[in-house]
């Protein structure tokens, strides 16, 4: 198995920034993409930003410009750069990943941090 715990997220205001950090322990192959997600209450769980290992990158158009995603894939941790926030971003954010691995590929989650951004 492999697990995934999120950090960074909170209580900011419009305008503020946060930095989101997610790392991998356990049967860790080679990483393929991570990326975070977000969900609220009764809602799908929706993309906010991937990257694959090779440094490709995709963005939901509502975070274009705002967010930004890196990752060490040696460690494996992946990183979301929250700036510029509104209200309109508060949600929990999931962690995600998939690797190459002989058993274990994923896609996994994280249990999700909370992000909330006061007006």
């Known amino acids: 198995q492999v697990h995934l715990v999120e950090s960074g997220g909170g209580l900011v205001h419009t305008g503020g920034s946060l930095r989101l950090s997610c790392v991998a322990s356990?049967?860790?192959?080679?990483?393929?993409?991570m990326g975070w997600y977000r969900q609220a209450p009764g809602n799908q769980r929706i993309l906010v930003a991937s990257?694959?290992?090779?440094?490709?990158?995709n963005y939901a158009d509502s975070v274009k410009g705002r967010f930004t995603i890196s990752m060490d894939a040696g460690e494996p941790t992946v990183y979301l750069h929250m700036s510029s926030l509104r209200p309109e971003d508060t949600d929990v954010y999931y962690c995600?990943?998939?690797?190459?691995?002989?058993?274990?590929?994923?896609?996994?989650w994280g249990q999700g941090t909370q992000v909330t951004v006061s007006s």
């Open positions: 990257i694959t290992a090779g440094g490709n990158t």
């Open positions: 995600r990943m998939t690797q190459y691995h002989s058993i274990w590929i994923g896609p996994f």
């Open positions: 356990g049967n860790i192959g080679s990483v393929k993409e």
